[in-house]
Each structure stands twice: as C-alpha cells, then as structure tokens.
C-alpha cells in the first residue's frame, strides 16, 4: 500500500468519480498518472453525503491517505446516481403548479394516450391493461390562459409565419392562476404554452406577470417555463420534462448541494459535478438539472465507450447488474445511441436520453411466490439493507447466492459487513422450497435460472430487436452482481466475446470518470425546403439557422463560464433533427462544419440530412422529391478536463502466482455440490488463465467461473470468459 507520488504543493492532480446506486456508493480514484483505485460503501439514501464521504475515504485507504488528503488533491468530483429516479417514482418532489394555453388543462392526465408506458409488450396489446401514470403535477393546480401562437405549416412561404402571436397572453388570467396556486401552497410553477418553442414570448411575458404576483404576496416560488427548459417540438413530451424540472430536478439538486458542502468541508476545492442523461458531466447548478436523471447507469455506458475505442470493438452489448435492476445498452462503432423523446418511469421526454432498457432484476431484488405459488422476482429491492442475510426483512437474489455458496458472507465488501449464511438459508427455505415442496439447493438453482432467463432475454432482445447479428458482438459485463451473474444469463447469447474488468462493481464510476465537461442545447425551428423553394427563401433559412445556432454558442459558453468552467478551449458540434415533408419523425443530422456561420448552406444541410438517411435506411427509401421538414437544431459544447487512461502492461504466465490461490469452497451449482477453487483478484495479473470451477474473489464484487469455462486477463487486465 502506498500513497501517491508528491508533486507541487497545491497541485490538483486527481479525478474523483462515483456511482451512488440504491444499494452501493462506488468511487473510482485516478491517480497522476492515469492509474486508479477503487472505493465502495453501502448507499445512506437519507444521508447521501455520509455515504460519499465514507466511500471516498474507502477509497483513499487504498492508498494510505485520508479522504481529506485526496479532496485536497482532487481537481474533478463527478457524482452521479437514481436519486431524482426515486424522487418520481416515490412522488416525493416539490409540490408545484402549472399554466397552459387554455382548452389544454388535462394535458398532465391525457399525455398523448400514452396510457402503455413502462409495460411488457404482453400488456401492452390490452387496452383493459393500459392505464395512465401518477400525474407529476395534480389537476387541481393546473390553470388554462388564454392565449396563442402560430406554429407554421407545410405551406409556409405562403401561409402565416410560424412564431406569429396571433393572441396576446391574457396577464389577467395569469394573475388569478398564480394567486389561487399561492394560496393552494404550491413551492414552484412552470408555464407551457402552444408553439413557444418557435416563439417564447407569450411565456416569457407571462413569466413577468407570475413573478410580480409573488413578489406582492412576499412569497419565494420560482417560475420555470418550458422554452427555458425544453423550446422543442411536441408538447406533451415538452411539458413531462417542464414538469420533472419543476417537481424533482430542484429537490434532488438539494441533495447534491449538500454532498458538494461535505465534500468542500473535507478540502475539495471545486464543485461538483454530475452526468447528463446523454453522457456528458456538468455542475450541480446546472439550470436544467431534470436532464440529468438517469445520470447513475450512463456512466457504464461511457465507460463502455471508452474500453471499446481501446480493445477496436464495433459492436458491445452493455450488461449492467446492480442492486436493484438490470440495465442493457449497445455501443456501436464507438458511439453510444441516442433516444430522442425516451420513456422514462412511465414518462416520455422531450430530452435526449442513451437508449438503455431496464428489468427489475438485481441482486437486491426481492423474490416471493404470489398466491398462485408462481415465482416473482422484484421490483421491490432491499437496496442497502441487502437481503434476509443483513438487514431486509424479505429473501432477495443475494440470499439466494449467500445459500448456494457463490458469495462469502463473510468476505461482503472486503469482510466490513457480515452477512448471516443461517438466516439467508432460512429465508429461502420458508419463501419457496417448503411451499413449493422441493430442496432448498433445487430452488436456489431454479430461482437464479429464472433470472438468469429474464436478463438473457432482455440482453438478445436488445441486439436482435433492432435487426443485429448477436455473432458480431462482445458482451461486457459489469455492476456488483454482473460478474456474479455472468455464467448464467450469458449462455446461449452467441455472441464473439464475453468480458468484464476487475473493478466492474465501480465501472460505471469509471465512465463517470471519463466524461466529457459538455452542455448540450436544443432550439425548436420549424422551417421547409421544398423542391421550388428559390435561392431567396433557401438563403433566409440558412441566416437564420447560423443566427440561432450563433446565440447558441454564446448561451452554451455563458452557462459553463458561470459553472467555473474555463471556455477558452471551448470546442461546438452542431447538428439538426430535419425528415422528408410528410414524415412523422425527424431524424437526428450532424453537421460537419467547422463553425456557426457555415450552417448558413442551406444545400450542405440538406446534404447532410441524405448522407445521415442513406446511413439508417436503404437507397431506395430516399424521397427528396417531397422537400424537408426542419423541427430542431441542436448544439454541443465541450471544455477539456483531465481523464483516466486504461494502462496495458507486460503479460506474466498464464499460472497465477501461490499468493493469489486462497482456498476451496463447496457451491451448490446446477443442483449439485462441488468444490470451487477461491482465488484473489488483486493478486491476479495480465496473462493470467483461471479454469473453472473457480470464484475470484474482490472486496468489490465476486466472479463465478463455473466447470468446463475459464477466464483469461488480457495485456489492459480486462477478463475474456468463455
């Protein structure tokens, strides 16, 4: 054990990350020079910044240093995790209000129909089954104004400009609604109305009236409207978001600022930053703090992105067990897919989003035999209290592993916590073997085949959904129990390759670690080009696209300069969401220029929009005869700051070293018991080959290598198992 080398007094040389999932806080030290160390500690979900602090100081220990000693090192703390999640799922967030072009009151409870969300696709094909989700925002508390702007048309050269206010904001409606709303308690307001996204001025001069109304009632209520939030198309995924920013985004944002006030009491000397839910780090202040609400699962995702630039991966089937689910992405050609207007908690967004598909099947999560004794699993989760073996009251997938002898209950988090081998092999005797009339070892191996069987199915359906050939493939897997689960719901993939890495409990630390400094901006704009648009109308569009994306720049630099962000490496990408007139959805078109000023081609965008469709779609579903349809631009801004590196080392003999070898233990494997050899994952080295039966274990997390596989350690460490 040994402390990082000194260098300067004062110099701020290390990254800090973590992952707060809902049962483990994981943090991912890198050093200098580009190593890093791994922490963890259990989830305080009451106290996010104890369990910060105490998994930062697990980490330092690592190298004989205090927490204290590394905040004063640390020029980047990265903290990422559900609690904004949990805030809409538990309905816990501020209680807000909320203004509407008026005949559009029921817009929090319609939502579009979109009555299926969040359902398996067996439910979903039953209208009877169908129902709406717990609105963000009460009925009662939402108010119409009358009120109303033009959104253009297809015949636009000929037709009324979009963005025309064509009826003034009523300031009288305004003022009744924020004064019952005052006088209702609510804490915020958010205010969306038709088509501000081309044209914000009803909203933000009913913003005004709002804040003048408060003003006199000597009330502290912010008054958020959707242009500053979400000035996209589509308003019912424009007001999901308003209203997520409204009742959830600025609670969690408390949380935040109190883990960045421990961190600060312990030497940090920055701010702290968190991950935007398309990959990207950001600071908690932050104005549109709802786009980061998956922010804990992204970061396997980049950290997944970067381990498949180094191994020259083109395709990679992200597997993510956790806690409390099991989340599934892809990686292709180094890039991970974007979901424009995403469903989220039964909600969908008007906010980019990684596209990542999730089941309710974590290590923590609870198991039961509903009253017709057919198994369940979740998605009810013991979180940090783990299972019947600690704290739950209830027999969760770790018991199941503690009884069957996959996990040491004695060596759970490196030997700091214990758990009880008596209590899980009770728990899972009473649950399911004595009502189901089996063995106990029977019914441990039946319920990890079934869950072994929902993320395999959730792992190919994601691969093969969308037309890929699973052979073309490498299957990375990571989270506290990925490696526990990986010889179970990996067989039958049929995929290339299957790997993980020794610190896969904190990988998605690790991809925090990696992200970029990045805001990213949208602006709704409808405009079209058809075939006889002439030179004229071709060269408005282009100045005023450059125009907006210009005013882009400016609002992207001002934001990260008052984050603290140094903006003289400022670096822009630019793109447009653009489809053939006619077409539903709009299609996601980067721009390669150089600058603002060149968006002004209007036959580059167009361009552009061809090469991006010809790239999804066959050359035969081209159709530029209709024309194009513009809906959106967006920007990307990017700082630079310091990153970890992914190490590649001399390979030793593929024997490990005595000092890795710890022991044997008896598993109860596919109902029959068999010794497994134990093994220290630490004292393990490039170039090692580990047959099975073998567990590898780490104060992190456990990797199962059953009979007739093996795993191998490359050159960068990272562990083929086949």
């Excluded at 839910?277 to 997944?304: F, K």
């Excluded at 009253?371 to 997938?397: N, Q």
């Amino acid at each position: 054990m040994s402390a990082i080398a000194p260098t300067q007094p004062g110099k701020k040389d290390c990254i800090l990350a973590l992952d707060a999932g809902g049962t483990m806080t994981d943090t991912i030290l890198v050093l200098p020079d580009g190593s890093f160390k791994v922490g963890k500690s259990l989830t305080n979900r009451r106290d996010e910044a104890r369990s910060y602090l105490e998994s930062v100081a697990d980490t330092a220990q690592a190298i004989g240093l205090s927490s204290a000693e590394v905040h004063a090192r640390t020029a980047v703390s990265i903290y990422a995790g559900t609690g904004m999640l949990n805030t809409v799922l538990t309905g816990s967030g501020r209680k807000a209000g909320l203004l509407v072009t008026r005949g559009f009151e029921d817009i929090t409870i319609i939502e579009g129909g979109l009555t299926y969300l969040g359902q398996a696709q067996k439910d979903s094909l039953h209208n009877q089954l169908h129902e709406h989700t717990r609105p963000m925002i009460e009925r009662q508390h939402v108010h119409g104004v009358l009120e109303r702007t033009c959104g253009g048309s297809y015949f636009m050269e000929k037709h009324i400009a979009p963005g025309k206010v064509l009826i003034p904001f009523n300031a009288e409606h305004v003022r009744s609604a924020v004064t019952q709303l005052l006088a209702d308690g609510v804490e915020v307001i958010g205010i969306l109305f038709l088509n501000s996204f081309i044209n914000p001025a009803n909203e933000l001069g009913a913003k005004a009236i709002a804040e003048q109304v408060i003003a006199a009632h000597d009330a502290r209520v912010p008054v958020l409207t959707s242009y500053e939030v979400a000035p996209v198309l589509k308003e019912n995924n424009r007001v999901k978001s308003l209203m997520l920013q409204c009742t959830a985004a600025e609670s969690t944002r408390a949380a935040l600022l109190d883990v960045q006030r421990a961190a600060q009491a312990d030497g940090y000397g920055g701010q702290l930053l968190t991950l935007l839910s398309y990959g990207g780090a950001v600071n908690v202040s932050y104005p549109r703090l709802y786009e980061t609400v998956i922010s804990g699962p992204i970061g396997g995702m980049m950290g997944a992105q970067v381990l498949s630039r180094v191994l020259d991966l083109k395709r990679v089937l992200c597997c993510d067990m956790g806690g409390t689910s099991f989340d599934v992405g892809l990686v292709l050609n180094g890039q991970i897919p974007i979901r424009k207007d995403p469903e989220f908690a039964g909600h969908r967004l008007a906010l980019p989003m990684v596209a990542l598909d999730s089941v309710g099947a974590g290590a923590g999560s609870a198991v039961w035999l509903d009253k017709y004794k057919r198994l369940r699993v979740g998605p009810e989760s013991a979180g940090a209290e783990v299972g019947s073996c600690y704290l739950y009251d209830r027999l969760t997938i770790t018991d199941v592993n503690v009884a069957l002898g996959y996990v040491d209950p004695d060596y759970f988090l490196g030997g700091k916590v214990k758990l009880d081998y008596e209590r899980a092999v009770a728990a899972l005797e009473q649950t399911v073997a004595r009502p189901l009339g089996i063995d106990l070892y029977t019914a441990g191996s039946g319920i990890l085949e079934v869950v072994g069987t929902q993320m395999r199915d959730a792992a190919a359906t994601m691969m093969l959904a969308k037309g890929y050939n699973p052979a073309e493939f490498t299957t990375l897997v990571y989270g506290g129990a990925g490696p526990v689960h990986m010889w179970d719901f990996t067989a039958g993939l049929g995929v290339a390759d299957i790997i993980t890495v020794p610190y896969a409990a904190a990988f998605s630390a690790f991809g925090a670690s990696c992200a970029e400094y990045m805001h990213r901006h949208h602006k709704g704009y409808v405009a079209t080009i058809a075939n006889d648009s002439n030179s004229v109308h071709k060269q408005r569009v282009g100045r005023e696209i450059a125009a907006l994306f210009s005013a882009m720049e400016v609002a992207a630099a001002d934001e990260m300069r008052a984050e603290g962000a140094d903006v003289s490496d400022i670096a822009f990408q630019y793109g447009i969401y653009a489809r053939y007139i006619g077409q539903l959805e709009s299609f996601d078109t980067p721009l390669a220029i150089a600058d603002a000023a060149q968006a002004a081609d209007c036959d580059g965008l167009v361009a552009a929009f061809e090469t991006m469709y010809t790239q999804i779609y066959p050359e035969g579903a081209r159709f530029p005869e209709v024309g194009y349809a513009i809906s959106e631009l967006y920007l990307k801004a990017s700082v630079p700051k310091a990153m970890p590196l992914v190490p590649r080392y001399e390979l030793a003999a593929p024997k490990p070293r005595d000092s890795a070898y710890v022991g044997s233990r008896a598993v109860h494997h596919r109902g029959r018991k068999c010794d497994f050899s134990v093994w220290q994952m630490g004292e393990l080295l490039p170039g090692n080959v580990l047959p099975g039966p073998a567990i590898i274990r780490d104060p992190m997390t456990t990797l199962v290598v059953p009979p007739h596989k093996q795993v191998r350690f490359d050159e960068f460490m990272i562990i083929h198992y086949g």
